[in-house]
């Protein structure tokens, strides 16, 4: 292993406490959770994490994130199970923070996988609008739209595609994040090993792609959006000197970089000079994060506002005027075949279900889509909304990811477990139930089981002898060891 002091011996001019910075660097990373605000308050996560051993400690930079101990295991947790959270390297969380999408926005993730950033986006946006989120690995976006369906995202849409070749006539976006591949030396503290290979990675800086990635973003994103420049590495070569590329090609004015403080956030600024050589000034509103700074791993972040358009670049302002493009919508027919169907069993209202459009799902499913995701005609999407209800059969039924987003709204076919009902409901056990935790029950469909508000999944009811008892009717791998 080779010490981390000579590995990273170059950023020593630019680092303030060196000693500081060295020993951060080669401690253990502490491990983070961030609420799902769709889900639950920071407090009910909280509680459900220290109801499983834990002791939370909130980041003060990032209202709803939590730090556990370095060798926690949270995506074994109920919580995660849940949807209530995912996890995410606390300094990651500072792209879409400093980018701040909005509700019924268009957004575009153009390095997605695996997906953390996408999550945080869509919720910030309330699951309204649309988050096109691109990445070239089809597998690695399986990761991403399995995150987004626990969570309870409907405001997605994922294309496998090289980000730098997405058709430049795209709709623009109001923002976009491009948090670009590149040599990875501030995960050092979670990857040891990635600083046995920094020498060699040098050599051959993937710079041509980082450029390319942002001259892409900079392309889509209309006039008065933002772009967010983001790396996990400490090179100049990698961070600035890519900034300063886009700034000195444009012509003067079309790029400007945005301060963008954090508060609570710890940051160094960007330089403007490295290796005898003068850069932009306005680079020093770009943000160095250091693992000593916060107790975090190291990033590189830039907020850019685009105030004019690129040489050639014109938007066909008619193009605003078309119908939006709606993706695999169904026929009215059968969208309202499947409506009439969730209200009969479980007593959704009109108003439940406005938020949504349906459309065509992936395996045999129909998925509910926010009603404002627009998705482009091309390249063709991989997936978008998320899986509601399973359509093989001659009776289509309700997937447990939209039971747990469609299930606080239920009215009959519900089961109200009572707190120390929960843990046994994850068995593959009958677990008794009274006759009043039952909400209207037909028993031609499957109970939503919740419990404090928090939707827990989808169950059968049986009843022996006089006792009635559900079985919870779960994804194999949500189910826990008894002993």
């Known amino acids: 292993m080779p010490n981390q002091n000579d590995s990273l011996a170059r950023y020593r001019p630019l680092?303030?406490?060196?000693?500081?910075?060295?020993?951060?660097?080669?401690?253990?990373?502490?491990t983070c959770v961030v609420t799902n605000p769709l889900r639950a308050s920071p407090a009910v996560l909280d509680a459900w994490l220290r109801r499983e051993g834990y002791e939370p400690v909130p980041v003060?930079?990032?209202?709803?994130?939590?730090?556990?101990?370095?060798?926690?295991?949270?995506?074994?947790?109920?919580?995660?199970?849940?949807?209530?959270?995912?996890i995410q390297e606390a300094v990651a969380t500072v792209p879409v923070a400093l980018l701040a999408p909005e509700p019924g926005e268009r957004v575009l993730d153009l390095c997605a996988a695996p997906g953390n950033k996408t999550a945080q986006i869509a919720t910030r946006m309330a699951n309204r609008g649309t988050v096109i989120a691109v990445d070239r690995f089809a597998n690695r976006l399986g990761?991403?739209?399995?995150?987004?369906?626990?969570?309870?995202?409907?405001?997605?849409?994922?294309?496998?595609?090289?980000?730098?070749?997405?058709?430049?006539?795209?709709?623009?976006?109001?923002?976009?994040?491009?948090?670009?591949?590149?040599?990875?030396?501030?995960?050092?503290?979670?990857?040891?090993?990635v600083l046995a290979r920094t020498a060699s990675r040098r050599k051959g800086w993937r710079t041509h792609v980082q450029i390319a990635l942002l001259r892409k973003a900079?392309?889509?994103?209309?006039?008065?959006?933002?772009?967010?420049?983001?790396?996990?590495?400490?090179?100049?070569?990698?961070?600035?000197?890519?900034?300063?590329?886009?700034?000195r090609s444009a012509p003067a004015g079309t790029f400007t970089l945005r301060p963008a403080p954090l508060p609570g956030l710890r940051t160094a600024p960007g330089i403007t000079h490295w290796q005898d050589r003068a850069l932009t000034a306005e680079l020093a509103h770009a943000h160095r994060i250091y693992p000593h700074l916060n107790d975090t791993g190291g990033f590189f972040v830039a907020l850019i506002e685009k105030?004019?358009?690129?040489?050639?670049?014109?938007?066909?302002?008619?193009?605003?005027?078309?119908?939006?493009?709606?993706?695999?919508?169904l026929p009215t027919s059968v969208c309202e075949a499947y409506e009439s169907l969730l209200t009969r069993a479980y007593g959704f209202s009109a108003a439940d279900l406005r938020p949504y459009r349906w459309v065509e799902g992936r395996r045999e499913t129909a998925a509910l889509a926010s009603a404002d995701l627009q998705v482009p005609a091309a390249p063709p999407s991989l997936a978008q909304g998320l899986s509601t209800l399973h359509i093989a059969s001659a009776l289509p039924r309700l997937v447990?990811?939209?039971a747990l987003l469609l299930g606080r709204a239920a009215r009959h076919n519900v089961i109200e477990l009572d707190d120390k009902q929960v843990e046994p409901f994850f068995l593959r056990a009958p677990l008794p139930i009274r006759a009043d935790q039952?909400?209207?029950?037909?028993?031609?469909?499957?109970?939503?089981?919740?419990?404090?508000?928090?939707?827990?999944?989808?169950?059968?009811?049986?009843?022996?002898?006089g006792q009635r008892s559900v079985r919870s009717v779960l994804p194999k791998r949500w189910y826990r060891d008894p002993r």
Not at 15 to 30: G, M, N, Q, Y
Not at 60 to 66: I, T, V
Not at 163 to 186: N, Y
Request: hydrophobic fraction near 40%.
């Open 15 to 30: 680092v303030d406490d060196w000693a500081a910075f060295h020993r951060a660097a080669a401690s253990p990373l502490p």
């Open 60 to 86: 003060s930079w990032m209202p709803g994130a939590f730090l556990l101990p370095p060798e926690a295991q949270p995506g074994k947790t109920l919580a995660h199970q849940l949807g209530l959270c995912w």
């Open 143 to 193: 990761v991403a739209r399995r995150q987004t369906e626990r969570l309870g995202l409907v405001n997605t849409c994922f294309l496998a595609a090289d980000g730098c070749g997405l058709p430049a006539d795209l709709e623009p976006f109001d923002r976009v994040l491009v948090d670009v591949p590149c040599s990875c030396e501030g995960t050092s503290r979670k990857q040891p090993s």
């Open 218 to 247: 900079a392309q889509l994103c209309r006039v008065g959006g933002q772009i967010a420049y983001a790396t996990c590495t400490y090179a100049p070569e990698e961070n600035e000197l890519v900034l300063e590329g886009l700034l």
């Open 307 to 329: 105030r004019g358009p690129l040489p050639r670049q014109e938007i066909d302002e008619r193009r605003a005027e078309a119908p939006p493009d709606l993706g695999r919508a």
């Open 400 to 402: 447990t990811v939209a």
């Open 438 to 465: 039952i909400l209207d029950a037909t028993g031609s469909v499957p109970l939503i089981a919740r419990a404090s508000g928090i939707v827990l999944g989808l169950a059968e009811l049986d009843e022996v002898g």
